[in-house]
């Protein structure tokens, strides 16, 4: 018999320990998120923390993209996207701000712009290219002979 109630005890005090570890993840709010791709045919969802960062969600959004196998490929480099809410006319989300800041729970996943850098043989090629409406007037002036 005494074997038994130690085993009880150490059970229930297993059991107490696992209850009061519930009780602080249900004080953490969880919820379900909306991310649309642009580019991609439909949006993605999962479940963040309130407390989950920016950067966090961009990365398990771009994870669960190349999961699913979807196209086009994005990549997994976070700092080449923006997340920005969907229904609000406001600028990027900051990666360092908490998601639940933001009471928001859609969102729409861009890719950075990327400019090219003007390097010697780029800035030779723009000057050298015809342009404008002197290009035009030459191209509408130039006889061209059709064979049958």
């Known amino acids: 018999m005494m074997k038994r109630n130690s085993l009880n005890e150490r059970i229930m005090g297993q059991m107490n320990k696992k209850k009061s570890g519930e009780n602080k993840n249900l004080k953490k709010s969880r919820f379900l998120i909306t ?32 999961r699913e196998g979807r196209l086009p490929v994005l990549g997994s480099d976070t700092n080449n996207f923006l997340l920005y809410p969907a ?15 933001q009471g928001g729970r859609n969102f729409v996943l861009c890719k950075k712009a990327v400019h090219p850098q003007m390097t010697e043989g780029r800035s030779e090629m ?4 015809n342009s404008g409406w002197k290009a035009w007037l030459n191209k509408s002036f130039s006889f061209k002979i059709l064979s049958h």
């Open 35 to 66: 991310v649309n791709v642009l580019g991609s045919a439909g949006p993605i969802r999962f479940v963040v923390n309130e407390d989950d960062l920016v950067a966090a969600v961009i990365d398990t959004a771009l994870k669960s993209y190349a």
């Open 87 to 101: 229904n609000a006319g406001s600028d990027a989300l900051s990666p360092w701000e908490k998601i639940g800041s």
């Open 126 to 129: 723009i000057a050298h290219k």
